[in-house]
């Protein structure tokens, strides 16, 4: 079956550190892939997506994530977080046989200290 | 950008009564909405795939006669929690699909229902 996993629950991190959160996913086939994120209180957002071309891909908010075929991986990267920065990440997959279905990882929550 | 509504926001009904969920696409159409429902610190499950003018198509395991799935138009989903219990409790959301959008369509999410059942 197809599933997404992202490697950490909870990140706690002190302002200005570098953030990583992993992302991999089970799925033979050709893929979107996805990272949204709920702040406190809101509804989710698109931080940014790959559909195609260039591996490495910017999102909004400084963030950015690299897609490595080999690995199944779509890892999301940030190289100085901020205290607004706190949020729920939730890494998604989207086969492109099935334009419809999109597959979310578990979430990881991030929170960042001042 | 696109904006998808939901209402209510919140809803707290009684055991046995039914609920009804409103989705709504205000600047866009929407071929194709997709109910989710999340779990407390989990993940978004998707229940189903609404279609305009057709059946919803539900995910394995989610009981259609349960979740009664109405897309009337382009713009407005409703899902109806039937007979509800206290383990429909939970946080609703649903999200709609750009048919304008570029390929693969880009997903808009709504701001949740928060559902209690006493």
């Known amino acids: 079956a197809q599933s997404v996993s992202q490697h950490n629950h909870h990140v706690i991190l002190s302002e200005a550190a570098s953030l990583e959160l992993g992302c991999n996913y089970s799925?033979?086939?050709?893929?979107?892939l996805f990272w949204y994120v709920q702040y406190p209180g809101q509804h989710l957002q698109l931080l940014l997506k790959y559909f195609s071309g260039d591996p490495l891909v910017k999102g909004i908010k400084g963030f950015e994530a690299e897609f490595i075929k080999s690995k199944f991986s779509f890892n999301l990267r940030k190289p100085s977080v901020q205290w607004s920065d706190t949020a729920e990440y939730f890494c998604?997959?989207?086969?492109?046989?099935?334009?419809?279905?999109?597959?979310f990882g578990p979430g990881t929550s991030l929170s960042v200290i001042p | 950008g696109a904006v998808v509504s939901q209402h209510p926001s919140r809803v707290i009904c009684k055991s046995g009564t039914s609920v009804k969920i409103e989705c709504r696409s205000l600047?866009?159409?929407?071929?194709?909405m997709f109910w989710y429902r999340q779990f407390p610190k989990k993940s978004l499950m998707l229940m189903a795939t609404s279609n305009e003018g057709s059946k919803a198509t539900y995910e394995q395991g989610v009981e259609k006669d349960k979740f009664l799935i109405n897309h009337a138009s382009l713009t407005l989903s409703t899902l109806t929690v039937t007979s509800a219990h206290p383990e429909d409790s939970s946080f609703y959301i649903c999200?709609?699909?750009?048919?304008?959008?570029?390929?693969?369509?880009?997903?808009?999410f709504g701001p949740g229902t928060r559902l209690t059942v006493t």
């Open positions: 799925y033979g086939g050709t893929v979107n």
């Open positions: 999200s709609a699909r750009d048919i304008e959008g570029q390929v693969p369509y880009e997903q808009y």
């Open positions: 998604a997959v989207n086969p492109k046989t099935s334009y419809d279905k999109v597959i």
């Open positions: 600047d866009f159409q929407a071929t194709t």
